[in-house]
């Protein structure tokens, strides 16, 4: 116990009042900036000697060593950082509840996406993710993984009805 004048109550209330105006593609857009994150760290865990040295720096640093070490093109560079920071940016605008600006930053962020994998629609959060990744390691896109999963499902489909046909 705190031995605080605290109204508990009204806390909850409030807390309740946070989840209830959420953005609903809040989930979408924390997860897939702890996935970007995540990898961000795995890329350069493999260009760095020591990359250990690098746990304290938060996201923007981290973007920009990430930048400063990209061995590909140096346009390619430049269009991912970009993203990549517009990606931080929405992150911000969700989690401190700027939710007015929120539309706004997916706009500059799909624009940004769209440099860095112009093939690409990324309509969400998870498929902008998913497009950077696979930047990262020259594909495939989420485009492209959703055509083969979609054929190969087809496939079954069909042999599916042609194995009742025949029974």
Do not use: C
Not at 1 to 15: C, I, Q, W
Not at 58 to 74: F, M, P, S
Not at 135 to 153: H, M, N, Q, Y
């Amino acid at each position: 116990m705190a031995r605080e004048k605290y109204d508990v109550v009204g806390g909850l209330e409030r807390l309740i009042g946070s989840l209830n105006g959420l953005d609903p593609r809040t989930p979408d857009i924390i997860a897939s900036h702890i996935a970007l994150e995540r990898e961000i760290e795995v890329v350069l865990s493999r260009s760095l000697y020591r990359p250990h040295h690098i746990v304290n720096l938060n996201y923007a640093q981290k973007v920009r060593v990430l930048a400063a070490t990209w061995k590909g093109e140096d346009t390619d560079a430049d269009h991912l950082l970009d993203a990549l920071l517009k990606f931080g940016t929405l992150r911000n605008k969700v989690a401190h509840g700027n939710s007015s600006l929120i539309d706004e930053s997916f706009r500059h962020l799909r624009t940004a996406y769209q440099k860095l994998q112009p093939d690409e629609i990324g309509l969400s959060a998870s498929d902008i993710a998913g497009g950077i990744i696979a930047f990262f390691g020259d594909g495939p896109t989420p485009t492209e993984i959703r055509a083969v999963s979609e054929g190969i499902e087809h496939l079954w489909e069909t042999a599916d009805e042609s194995a009742a046909r025949q029974a």
